[in-house]
């Protein structure tokens, strides 16, 4: 019998063995099994190939699938490798791990498994498709992309004997209004298409003839989920409606339904993690999300799987600016104590993990403890440099908070207890989830309205509906809310940048942001009274959005009237009180940096600016609250009419 290739458990288990404990145990089965192959004899079959071979034939591609006995020795081995995994894990995420080395090991083991599963021939774990809206943002797209080569390449999940990842299809669901851009983006198709990627742009007039190839009534009942935009102007769909879009694809392309996942995923998520080095923020290739995802798929009856994010939080500026205001004002007070030109001493902060929302204002809104701290900026330049070095570029980074950036609250990720306990969850991360083909029902609804929250709204109906069955697991992906081409290169809905890159206006957002709040915590107290399955009545609605809308616009009031006064006192800080950078002309770029973020501040939340107004306006509260009550009371036939698709 032919003895199967495991140098790579063999090397792990001896460098590791005593360092790691269970390892020892695994080397020694593994010794058993090599020692019960050695002694076995070989089919028939691998003697008639190599018979074949030694007469001048050209041997088969591919090695012949082991059947019998062989493939229960397979099966063992496979085995070997499922029980180390947790092991590794524990060991390279420990505090102090001699980390790279070991993530080598960790990835070179999966590769190893799977040339073991293809030998076997009859791999049924599940295939994937995995969608990815994108607007107007190439830089995004190439980097989502990269992350997905990676994953494939470093983890060979469902092997490439054929030139392509087989078990992995992509879909780039085009909803860009740039011409230029829709261009860029088929050309990072075609790139990694030739990297191996089974990748699909999904474009424009596909989408249109797509949704248009359903029966008129339907495609009408479907409006509010899957837009009904003229063909003309079939782009900016917005987020929901161009990832509902995703899911006729996903029907068009699915060959087993049984064997199938579906993965949602946005542009500025990347399938790695963060870690916190002494020299910075790493980024690593450190989990198998298609092995661990199948795995939970075939050993649960879960229908519905979100992972959080870690990175730049996921969500708008205008709930993360009084916190971020504290931070900034106590960098300040810190760099007023600490001469110019001394070495940096702002490095080796540890900001929050993934999953306390320390980044949001109103943390206490979903269940967390908001904790009355401060978070350290931790510098992010390189080697030898002083504090007017470390200004510069703190000043430098300011503006991209209102693309989604905090420069002191990024969460890093945290092993804890594994990758695949799971957890019921009650919000879906639309750019982390993943459905099987009866999840594919339970639809993020109410595109049409345009606002923020979706991803929460949608999940505390669908945890109403199938409770555990909708799950949440520890893979996050990494989110990067602007990549290295700067924030020229962007398109965020809702956020208006002018040329100079100093007036930043995001009004449209910070007004979706508490409307989409009225909606969730509405949705959510609507859940606990009525029944999730049967249409929800309009005076409960009402009655309920009533209440929520006096609590929201009390707490919104009051984190305004916080946020202002923060602003002024930052301003102080900065500009009134003496401190030693205003007597260097070298910092005057910098300083007017500041001065830009502090005026974007009070254009974007103070006395005057137009969203405030907004929100304060009875008549334009009046009509929105008028559309979510429609939206909610239609929420039952719209979903019927969903659900007929499946």
Not at 37 to 62: V, W
Not at 466 to 471: E, L, N, P, Y
Request: contains cysteine.
């Amino acid at each position: 019998m032919t003895d199967f290739t495991t140098t790579h458990l063999a090397d792990c288990v001896a460098r590791y063995r005593s360092a790691i404990p269970g390892l020892d145990d695994i080397g020694e089965r593994l010794n058993l099994l090599k020692s019960a192959i050695s002694k076995s004899p070989r089919p028939l079959g691998e003697r008639d190939r190599e018979r074949g071979e030694s007469c001048g034939e050209s041997p088969s591609p591919l090695p012949s699938p082991v059947k019998g006995e062989g493939a229960k020795t397979v099966d063992a081995l496979i085995e070997l490798y499922e029980q180390s995994y947790p092991l590794l894990e524990k060991a390279m995420w420990s505090p102090g791990s001699d980390f790279t080395p070991l993530l080598v090991a960790y990835q070179s083991l999966f590769r190893e498994q799977e040339a073991l599963i293809q030998r076997l021939g009859n791999d049924d774990r599940h295939s994937f498709i995995l969608s990815i809206p994108v607007a107007d943002r190439p830089p995004h797209l190439r980097a989502c992309l990269e992350s997905v080569y990676q994953i494939c390449s470093l983890f060979n999940y469902g092997g490439n004997a054929s030139g392509t990842w087989d078990k992995i299809k992509v879909i780039v669901a085009e909803d860009s209004r740039d011409e230029n851009n829709i261009r860029r983006h088929v050309e990072l198709v075609e790139e990694y298409q030739r990297k191996g990627l089974q990748v699909i742009h999904f474009g424009l007039d596909e989408q249109y003839e797509l949704l248009h190839s359903l029966p008129p009534e339907k495609c009408e009942r479907l409006g509010n989920l899957l837009t009904t935009q003229p063909k003309e102007r079939f782009y900016r769909k917005g987020q929901a409606a161009n990832r509902n879009l995703s899911y006729l694809k996903f029907l068009q392309l699915t060959e087993d339904k049984d064997r199938t996942l579906y993965y949602l995923v946005d542009s500025d998520q990347h399938f790695c993690v963060n870690r916190k080095t002494e020299s910075g923020e790493e980024v690593v290739y450190a989990l198998n999300y298609f092995q661990a995802i199948d795995k939970i798929f075939r050993t649960t009856d879960t229908l519905m799987l979100t992972g959080k994010l870690v990175g730049d939080p996921p969500v708008s500026p205008s709930v993360m600016t009084a916190n971020f205001l504290d931070d900034v004002t106590a960098f300040f007070a810190r760099l007023a104590t600490l001469p110019g030109d001394q070495a940096c001493q702002f490095h080796g902060a540890q900001g929050p993990v993934a999953g306390d929302a320390a980044y949001h204002d109103l943390a206490g809104l979903f269940g967390f403890e908001k904790k009355p701290e401060t978070f350290p900026y931790s510098c992010r330049l390189e080697g030898e440099h002083d504090h007017n070095a470390c200004l510069k570029d703190f000043a430098l980074q300011l503006n991209a908070f209102f693309f989604g950036e905090h420069l002191t609250r990024k969460t890093w990720f945290s092993y804890g207890n594994g990758f695949t306990q799971l957890a019921p969850a009650r919000t879906v991360y639309p750019g982390n989830y993943i459905a099987n083909y009866a999840g594919l029902k339970y639809i993020i609804p109410f595109g049409h309205l345009r606002l923020r929250m979706s991803g929460p709204t949608a999940g505390r109906l669908i945890a109403a509906e199938i409770a555990g069955r909708f799950a949440s697991f520890n893979m996050p992906n990494l989110h990067r809310r602007t990549t290295e081409a700067g924030l020229d290169d962007d398109f965020r809905p809702g956020v208006e940048l002018d040329e100079a890159q100093q007036s930043v206006d995001l009004s449209d957002e910070f007004e979706r942001q508490f409307f989409g709040d009225l909606m969730l915590f509405s949705t959510e107290e609507l859940v606990k009274q009525a029944d999730v399955k049967q249409p929800f009545a309009q005076e409960v609605i009402a009655t309920i959005i009533a209440r929520k809308e006096a609590e929201l616009l009390a707490l919104y009031r009051q984190k305004h009237v916080a946020i202002v006064a923060k602003n002024r006192q930052l301003h102080d800080l900065v500009f009134n009180a003496g401190h030693w950078w205003l007597r260097s002309p070298d910092l005057a770029v910098a300083l007017r940096q500041v001065q830009a973020f502090i005026d974007n501040i009070a254009r974007n939340f103070g006395e005057h600016a137009p969203a405030w107004r907004q929100i304060q306006s009875a008549e334009h509260r009046a009509q929105r609250k008028r559309q979510i009550v429609e939206a909610l009371m239609n929420y039952r036939a719209e979903r019927r009419a969903w659900d007929s698709l499946f």
